[in-house]
């Protein structure tokens, strides 16, 4: 699983882990530091909202727990950090190249890069065990930026998570499952990409039709949310578009049956492809119950960044932001339709008066294209 876009709400640690031998200076809060008005008195009961997995319980100041989820967040945060340092510097490359094929449009965009992701400014809540991105400056180039592609997939995925449990609080005869359409590979990105397209749109119409006209393979899908996903195939080469689907189906849905159904209108659209693969999410593989850690671990499959930056060269990577630009990659029906796109790729921000620490990082360019975000300040008393 790409932790990269799972970052916002998952996070890939656990609150039993232990103390790793990295530095944590930079993120070293105490309970001490907050603001004079908020005193951190020991036994302060938390009932933190943001992390499943981590800060999923009654946390109390003082306890294992509260530690545990504190170094949970500082190790999050700085794995975090370094990602996006990484992220920041293939968006500097992507803008270096821009520069030098000097067209208008090019040349504008290098610009926008240039600027993108130069401070980061992180809030960390030490009564939560919680830090935030409170503040950047982001161009929202998510084709051509793999920070900007980041900060969405991992902010839609929050959102699609919270509307998935919300459906399947009211019915809970629903199980969520993947789909994974394919369409056969070819040398023209656009003409795969529209052909991918178009199958999807014929299949969602036909979904939508089904009560009036023969019944169709996505009816049993209650609400889903797709994406399209863009690479070359690894032997030939060639554009590989596919399809990332979560669907809301009944539990008692026979799966080997549905996905030869799927096969079977799936090709009858497309003409050239049956490759549909359909399987359950893992928490229902195994029985559990839903919540938003599980559900995230598999969702982020459909809400991970759509270009493969980092098989994808830099010259192939503007050649398909061209090709692509103003088309849609991601969809949604029934149940799961009308979640709203972020406005901004910011965390969600917890309420104003939360005593806080502000810890503000700068990008700083090493040799041989290395370098990354250094912390500017830190440890300050803020509210
Ligand atoms: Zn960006």
Known sequence: MPSAVVEAVAGGGGAGRKRSGRPAAAVAVAPHLIHRNKSCAPAVELLADASPGVVSQELVVGSDKWEAATVADRE????????????????????????????????????????????????????????????????????????????????RLRRYVARVLEVLGERPHLVCVMYTHTVKNGPELLDRFEHLARALRVSLMRRRQSHRRRPSAWAPALGLAYSIEIKR???????????????????????????????????????????????????????????????????????????????????????????????????????????????????????????????????????????????AQGLGVMS
């Open 76 to 155: 999050r945060h700085q794995e975090r950090v370094q990602r996006y340092g990484l992220a920041h510097r293939r968006s500097q490359l992507m803008g270096g190249y821009l520069a030098t094929v000097g067209t208008p449009r090019a040349v504008e965009l290098a610009a926008a890069l240039g600027s993108c992701g130069t401070y980061l400014e992180f809030r960390n809540y030490p009564r939560l065990a919680r830090t935030r991105l409170h503040a950047a400056r982001f161009c929202q180039r998510d084709k051509l930026c793999p920070l900007c592609a980041i900060r969405r997939g991992a902010k």
């Open 233 to 375: 195939g690894a032997g030939s080469g060639e554009h590989h578009p596919h399809a990332h689907t979560v669907a809301l189906v009944p539990a008692c849905l026979d799966l080997a049956e549905h996905q030869a159904e799927l096969r079977r209108e799936w090709r009858g659209i497309t003409a050239d492809s049956q490759q549909v693969h359909v399987r359950a999410f893992d928490y229902v593989l195994k029985g559990l119950a839903a919540n938003e850690a599980a559900i995230a671990s598999d969702l982020v499959e459909v809400f991970k960044y759509a270009l493969k930056f980092s098989e994808m060269s830099l010259a192939d990577c503007w050649n398909a932001a061209q090709l692509l630009h103003g088309r849609r990659l991601v969809g949604s029906a029934g149940a799961l339709y009308g979640v709203p796109e972020p406005e901004d790729l910011l965390d969600d921000q917890v309420q104003e008066d939360e005593p806080f620490v502000q810890l503000l990082y700068r990008h700083v360019a090493g040799g041989w294209g290395g370098g990354g975000y250094e912390l």
